[in-house]
C-alpha cells in the first residue's frame, strides 16, 4: 500500500516538474504572448492593450503561473489563445484518434518484431530481415507514408488518403508508424535472443530433449524480452514524435497536429495540457514497465 | 520540417518526371454541361481554418469557406466596384460622412432568426465589444461613428470622416452578418462552427478539428436558386503531394493549393486553373531608418542587382506571375506603366554603390565601407513562410551577391524572435503579401507614416496625404499612381516579387469552379455542381 502511495506521490511530483518546466520554456522563448496572438497582422498599441487585457498578460508571470496551477488543479486546463476554445476540449477530442493510432502501431510494431525475431534465425533470413530493419529504421516516416500512400491508395485505391474513418483509414498510417518500431525491437530482441541461446541454461533446456522452438520460445525469449521492456518509455517517444508527422500525412485529426501548431504559435495553454498528458502517460507506461519486469523475471519478484 | 518539405519536392519531381510521358495539356475550362442539382462534393483545401467566425477572419485561404454560409451587406463585382447582397441598395450623403442602406427583407438566418437592421447593428456592436475583435475595430471600423436603425429595412452608418474603404468592410468576411441569437449563445463565440448561423446557402453541420468540416445545402436559401450541391465537405490535406495524390486517384474531385512542382501531373480528366489575388504583392521593404538602406542610391542598387525573372523561374519554373508594382496586377488601381521600368541593370547597381561609397571588396567578395560588409537582414517568421518564401529569399541572396556583391542574410526563425527583430529594427528587409480585397487597405497599412505594418521606417508627409485624399474618395486612381512611382521606381522602398496567386485543381465532372470576383480567392461552393 506504502508503495502504490509513494508511487503516486511521486508521480505527482513528475507532472507538475514537467508543467512548470515547459511553463518556463515557454516563458524563456523569445517574443511574448501579445506578439504571437498578433501574428503578421495589424498591430497598433490599442489592439495589443485589448489583447492583454483580455488574457490577463499584465500580472507578474509568477501570479500567471500559479494561477495556472491553482486552476489545472481544479481541472480547469484554460482556453487556447488561438483556437478560442477550452483546451480540454480540444485535448480530449483529439486524444482518441491519436491514441487508436499509437495503441494500433504499437501492437503491430511488437508483433511483428516478435514474429521477425523469432523466424529469422538462419543466417540468409537473418541478412536479408536486418537489411529490411535497417532501411525502415533509417528511413524518414515522412517518405515512408508517402510511399505507401503512393502505392496502396493513390495507385491501387485499396485504402483511403485521409481522415479517421474507419479500420481502412488507420491500417496505411498505422503499418508507417510500425514499421520503425518494429525495426529497432526485432534488433534487440535477436540480440537478446543469440546471448540468451550462449547461456548455460541453454545447453541445460537442451539437454532436458526440449526440440529448438520451445528453448527459443520458452527460455530465451524471456531473457531477450528484458531489455526490449526498458525500451517502452522511448517506444511512446517515437509513437508520439511519429504522430505529429503522420497526422500531418495522412491528414488524420490527433494531438501531434494540436502539439505541433500550439508549440509554433506559443499557445501555452495547449502547450502545458499536451506536456501534463505526455508525463502522465511516461508514469504510467514506466510503472508498466516495472511491473512487466516482475511478470517476465521470477528472480525480479523475491527480491 | 525542412527535411520533411525538401523531400515533398524531391517525390514531386520524382512523379513530375512519371508523369512526362503523358501528353494532353490541361485547360482551364470544365467540361460538365449543364448544372445539376444534388450530389456530395470533396474538396481537399490546404489550410484548416484557425476559426469559423467571420468576424475573427484572418486567413485568405479560409475565405472560400466562409462564404458558404455567411453574407455580408455588399459584395465585389468584377471591376473592383460593389454590388449588394443582403442590402438592396445604398447611397452615400454628400459629405461621404453617412452611407444608408436598404435591407433585403424576409431573409431569415439559418437558425431561424430573421436578418432586419437590429441584427446589422448587433454585429457592429458585438465587432466593437472590447476584446472581440480588435484588430476589425481598429482598422475597418476606425472611422465609424455610430449606427443607426430608423426602420427593421434601414440602416445609417455615421463615419467620422470620408471613407470608401468602408464598403470594403461591408463585403469582407469580418462584415459578414451573423445571427444574433447565435452570437449571444454561442459558448466559443471567437471560434465559431456549428453554432454560429448565417444567411448562406449552405450550413456548416459538421466540424472534425484536424480532419474536415462539412456543410450540407440551406433548404430556405433567400437567394433566386438554392445552392446545387447537397453537401460539400473539406478535407484539410496540408502535404502537397497528398493533395495531389487523393485528386489523381479520385478521392476528392477538386483540390485548392498546387504547387509548382506538381502541376505537370494535372492531366487527361484533370484541369488546372489559376488565379492572381488581391492586394498587394509579395514584396521586399527595404528599412529606410538606418544604413545602409538609408541611402536611395543603395537601395536602388539592390533592386538593380536583381534580375527578378530569372530568380522566379529558378523557383517557380515559370508558374509566378512577375510583380512590377506593390499593388497587385488584378487591382483596377496597378500601374501599369512601371512594367519593364526598372531592375535588371547589374551595371548600374555596381555603379550606385560605388558611387555610395561601398567601394572596396573583402576577401569572400562582398562590398565594404569603413571596413563594415554591406549586410542586409531579412528575418523570416516560419509560421507564416508559405509558397516556398524561403527558397525564394536564398535564391535572391545568391543572386545580389553575384552580382553586386551584396550580403543578403536570411534567417527563418520562430515567430517572437521575428517580433522581437522587428520591434527592435534589428532587419533591412521586410517580406509581405497582403490579400485586401481593396489595395487601398493594405497601402494604409505599409506605407502610411503611423501604418500598423510599416517597416520602412519612412513618415512621408506627401504619401500620407494621397493615401488620405485616396481614402475619401477623390481621384483615387491618381493618389495611388503616384504613391506606386514613389515607392517603387522613385524611392526603391518597396521591391516587388512576385503576385500571390491560388491554384484549383478538379475532375471535368466538376462545374462552376473559379476564383472570386477581386478577391481572386477559389469561390464557395454555392455555384459549383457535380455532373452525374
Not at chain 2, 39 to 55: A, D
Not at chain 2, 252 to 257: C, D, L
Request: hydrophobic share 45%; with cysteine.
Amino acid at each position: 500500500m506504502r508503495a502504490v502511495l509513494r508511487r503516486i506521490g511521486t508521480g505527482l511530483v513528475v507532472l507538475w516538474v514537467a508543467a512548470t518546466a515547459a511553463y518556463l520554456a515557454l516563458l524563456a522563448a523569445p517574443g511574448s504572448t501579445v506578439d504571437t496572438i498578433v501574428g503578421d497582422g495589424a498591430d497598433t498599441p490599442a489592439i495589443r492593450s485589448q489583447i492583454i487585457t483580455e488574457w490577463g498578460l499584465d500580472r507578474p508571470a509568477v501570479l500567471q503561473y500559479l494561477d495556472y496551477l491553482w486552476r489545472a488543479a481544479h481541472g480547469d486546463l484554460g482556453r487556447s489563445y488561438l483556437l478560442q476554445r477550452p483546451v480540454s476540449a480540444i485535448v480530449g477530442e483529439q486524444v482518441w484518434p491519436t491514441l487508436k493510432l499509437a495503441l494500433s502501431a504499437a501492437v503491430l510494431g511488437i508483433l511483428l518484431a516478435l514474429v521477425l525475431a523469432l523466424t529469422t534465425r538462419r543466417p540468409w533470413a537473418r541478412r536479408v530481415s536486418s537489411t529490411a530493419e535497417l532501411v525502415v529504421v533509417s528511413t524518414p516516416p515522412f517518405l515512408i507514408g508517402i510511399v505507401l500512400l503512393s502505392i496502396f491508395s493513390f495507385r491501387f485505391g485499396l485504402f483511403p488518403v485521409s481522415g479517421d474513418h474507419g479500420v481502412a483509414a488507420l491500417v496505411l498510417p498505422a503499418v508507417t508508424l510500425a514499421l520503425p518500431i518494429a525495426g529497432v525491437l526485432t534488433q534487440v530482441l535477436r540480440d537478446g535472443l543469440d546471448r540468451a541461446l550462449d547461456e548455460p541454461f541453454t545447453v541445460t533446456a537442451r539437454a532436458r530433449g526440449l526440440r529448438e522452438s520451445a528453448v527459443l520460445v520458452r527460455h530465451a525469449l524471456r531473457h531477450a524480452l528484458l531489455p526490449a521492456v526498458t525500451l517502452l518509455g522511448w517506444l511512446f517517444g517515437v509513437l508520439l514524435g511519429g504522430a505529429v508527422i503522420i497526422e500531418q500525412v495522412f491528414g488524420r485529426p490527433g494531438l501531434g497536429q494540436v502539439t505541433l501548431t500550439a508549440v509554433n504559435s506559443k499557445d501555452m495553454p495547449v502547450v502545458l495540457a499536451v506536456v501534463v498528458l505526455s508525463a502522465l502517460v511516461y508514469v504510467v507506461l514506466n510503472t508498466v514497465a516495472d511491473l512487466a519486469y516482475l511478470l517476465v523475471d521470477p528472480r525480479l519478484r523475491r527480491s | 520540417m525542412r527535411r520533411t518539405r525538401t523531400i515533398a519536392a524531391l517525390i514531386a519531381t520524382l512523379s513530375l518526371a512519371l508523369a512526362a510521358c503523358d501528353s494532353g495539356s490541361a485547360t482551364t475550362s470544365a467540361e460538365a454541361g449543364q448544372p445539376v442539382d444534388g450530389g456530395s462534393l470533396t474538396w481537399g483545401v490546404e489550410t484548416e481554418p484557425i476559426t469559423f467566425n467571420p468576424h475573427q477572419y484572418a486567413q485568405a485561404k479560409a475565405r472560400l469557406l466562409v462564404w458558404n454560409s455567411f453574407e455580408g451587406l455588399l459584395t465585389h463585382d468584377d471591376k473592383g466596384g460593389y454590388v449588394p447582397l443582403l442590402a438592396t441598395g445604398y447611397e452615400a450623403s454628400p459629405d461621404g460622412k453617412a452611407y444608408t442602406f436598404t435591407l433585403r427583407t424576409g431573409v431569415k438566418f439559418s437558425d431561424g432568426t430573421a436578418f432586419d437592421a437590429a441584427a446589422v447593428k448587433a454585429n457592429i456592436d458585438q465587432l466593437r465589444a472590447a476584446g472581440y475583435a480588435p484588430a476589425v475595430a481598429a482598422v475597418q471600423l476606425h472611422s465609424l461613428k455610430d449606427v443607426e436603425v430608423p426602420d427593421p429595412a434601414t440602416v445609417v452608418f455615421r463615419l467620422t470622416a470620408p471613407d470608401v474603404l468602408f464598403l470594403d468592410f461591408l463585403s469582407s468576411p469580418q462584415g459578414a452578418i451573423v445571427s444574433p441569437a447565435s452570437l449571444r449563445a454561442a459558448k466559443n463565440l471567437k471560434a465559431g462552427g456549428p453554432e454560429l448561423a448565417g444567411t448562406g446557402p449552405f450550413i456548416l453541420d459538421r466540424y472534425t478539428a484536424g480532419q474536415e468540416v462539412h456543410f450540407k445545402r440551406n433548404p430556405a436559401y433567400w437567394g433566386s436558386r438554392p445552392a446545387y450541391l447537397d453537401e460539400v465537405t473539406y478535407r484539410f490535406l496540408k502535404e502537397p503531394s497528398v493533395r495531389v495524390g487523393a485528386l489523381t486517384s479520385g478521392q476528392v474531385q477538386v483540390i485548392e493549393g498546387v504547387p509548382a512542382t506538381d502541376q505537370a501531373v494535372i492531366t487527361g480528366d484533370l484541369t488546372l486553373s489559376k488565379g492572381l489575388n488581391s492586394g498587394s504583392a509579395y514584396s521586399y521593404y527595404l528599412n529606410a531608418a538606418h544604413a545602409p538602406f538609408d541611402d536611395v542610391k543603395v537601395r536602388q542598387a539592390f533592386r538593380d542587382a536583381l534580375d527578378v525573372n530569372t530568380v522566379l523561374d529558378a523557383v517557380y519554373r515559370g508558374t509566378a506571375t512577375r510583380a512590377w508594382s506593390v499593388i497587385s496586377p488584378t487591382s483596377p488601381f496597378y500601374d501599369k506603366s512601371l512594367e519593364n521600368a526598372y531592375g535588371n541593370n547589374p551595371a548600374r547597381a555596381n555603379q550606385l554603390l560605388d558611387e555610395a561609397g561601398w567601394t572596396q571588396r573583402d576577401a569572400d567578395g562582398f562590398r565594404i565601407k569603413d571596413g563594415k560588409r554591406l549586410t542586409v537582414r531579412l528575418v523570416q517568421s516560419a509560421p507564416f513562410v508559405r509558397d516556398r518564401r524561403d527558397i525564394l529569399a536564398q535564391t535572391v541572396q545568391a543572386a545580389v551577391r553575384k552580382s553586386a556583391g551584396i550580403d543578403l542574410n536570411v534567417a527563418v526563425v520562430d515567430q517572437g524572435t521575428a517580433t522581437k527583430a522587428l520591434a527592435d529594427g534589428a532587419y533591412e528587409v521586410f517580406d509581405n503579401s497582403r490579400a485586401d480585397t481593396d489595395a487601398g487597405a493594405a497601402l494604409n497599412l505599409l506605407l502610411s507614416s503611423g501604418g500598423a505594418i510599416n517597416r520602412t521606417g519612412v513618415t512621408d508627409p506627401e504619401v500620407d496625404k494621397l493615401l488620405a485624399q485616396a481614402d475619401a474618395g477623390t481621384d483615387r486612381l491618381g493618389a495611388y499612381t503616384k504613391i506606386q512611382q514613389k515607392v517603387v521606381t522613385q524611392q526603391a522602398l518597396v521591391l516587388p516579387l512576385y503576385a500571390p496567386a491560388d491554384q484549383i485543381a478538379a475532375s471535368r465532372s466538376v462545374g462552376g469552379l473559379g476564383f472570386e470576383p477581386t478577391a481572386g480567392v477559389p469561390v464557395s461552393a454555392y455555384g459549383v455542381w457535380l455532373a452525374k
